[in-house]
């Protein structure tokens, strides 16, 4: 059963499309793998068969400090695909310079969502620059070739202001959401469903959580040519 992460509100982008690799910060490499280690905060290795041909990617995530003065621009998340054999990269994504917005502790999952034999990808990043704030993001990437993942899904994947004090009482939450891997998979390739989980609401913890579900329409295969 593979490694789920929190998520939420529903950001779609039709039918997806391939998100083009930006030049990275001046202070980092082109290629995540090439990262100095002395600028490494963690580094995760995986394999994942992502277009469903038997070969299995390498896939690397990097959080890295990239050594700018701004705050907001001082930390990194890359990740890259690579080759079976690791020597060739495919793709890359640096979000912080992509976005232009703050990314520290990103998190990195691939699942077969649809059960085609692919897996998808799931990234997510904390985009707070606040101690007691949590303000995760997520995107899932449909992959039939490599070299050009497409962003099928974005949203908010976890919102935690229970103890920022920039946030009024009323107004503080603490939510989490989550893929619904089996009732996903039934819906073959066609939609997502999202399980939001709401511990949290006016600064009042809520137990039992409240749950509720969102079927997201997307197409994690491109139609045969």
């Known amino acids: 059963m593979p490694k789920t992460w929190p998520l ?10 391939a998100v083009s690799a930006r030049r990275p910060a001046p202070s980092l490499p082109a290629d995540p793998a090439q990262i100095p280690v002395e600028a490494q905060l963690s580094s ?7 277009d469903g041909d038997g070969r299995r990617e ?12 701004a705050v907001e621009k001082g930390s990194e998340v890359a990740l890259a695909v690579y080759s079976e054999d690791g020597k060739t ?4 994504r640096y979000v912080m310079q ?3 917005a703050p990314a520290h502790d990103g998190e990195l999952t691939a699942a077969d969502l649809d059960g085609d034999g ?9 985009r707070s620059l606040v101690a007691d704030r949590i303000d995760r993001w997520a995107e899932i990437y449909a992959v039939d070739d490599p070299r050009r993942p497409r962003r099928v899904w974005e949203g908010s994947w976890e919102r935690d202001t229970r103890r920022d004090a920039a ?5 503080r939450e603490w939510f989490q959401c989550d893929i619904d891997y089996g009732a996903t998979r039934r819906l073959a390739g066609r939609a997502i469903v999202l399980l939001k989980k709401v511990r949290a609401r006016g600064g009042v913890m809520l137990d039992p959580p ?3 579900r969102s079927t997201v329409s997307l197409r994690l295969r491109s139609l045969a040519p």
């Open 89 to 92: 990269l495919l793709w890359k």
């Open 8 to 17: 939420v509100v529903m950001s779609i982008v039709g039918a997806g499309w």
């Open 167 to 171: 946030t009024p009482q009323a107004e």
């Open 44 to 50: 995760t290795r995986l394999r994942a068969d992502l």
């Open 98 to 100: 992509e976005t232009g």
């Open 118 to 126: 692919g897996s998808e990808l799931i990234l997510s990043w904390d």
């Open 58 to 69: 390498v896939l690397r995530l990097v959080n890295a400090l990239t050594g700018a003065d």
């Open 210 to 212: 409240q749950v509720s």
